[in-house]
């Protein structure tokens, strides 16, 4: 589809550093248009878990996609639609009152980065 993210741009995009362990851990990237699903719109849809603010995390990611791709993508924060479906994070165990991380990934809600063709430049 036209309206989908160029296999080398994907793996530009996953090569330039932006997802990682302190950002955004890439559990999965999915073509949407291969997915068959309608209601899911255009594009890839990265998911994974995040590791740091959503906002600095969403920043940074438009700001290295404009950096490679110029204004040819548009990337949209959502929230993770099958996330609540196939991995509930686990009950944290109790544990120091210092190990803040374990519980703050928990209450975080579950988001993805979808990337495609930016429709008003065509």
């Known amino acids: 589809g036209e309206n989908s993210m160029d296999k080398v741009d ?8 932006v997802f990682g362990p302190l950002t955004f851990w890439v559990t999965e990237i999915k073509n949407l248009e291969e997915s068959g699903s309608q209601s ?3 594009g890839v849809l990265i998911r994974g878990n995040l590791r740091a603010d959503r ?3 969403f920043n940074a990611v438009c700001a290295k996609v404009k950096e490679l791709f110029g204004g040819k993508y548009e990337v949209l924060m959502i929230e993770d639609p ?4 196939d991995d509930t994070p686990a009950p944290t165990p109790r544990s120091k009152a210092g190990d ?3 519980t703050a990934a928990v209450q975080e809600p579950r988001v993805a980065f979808q990337v495609s063709r930016d ?4």
């Open 119 to 122: 429709a008003g430049r065509g």
């Open 40 to 42: 899911a719109g255009s």
């Open 10 to 17: 994907i793996k530009r995009l996953k090569e330039s550093g």
């Open 100 to 102: 803040k991380a374990a």
């Open 55 to 57: 906002l600095e995390v």
């Open 82 to 85: 099958e996330a609540a479906e």
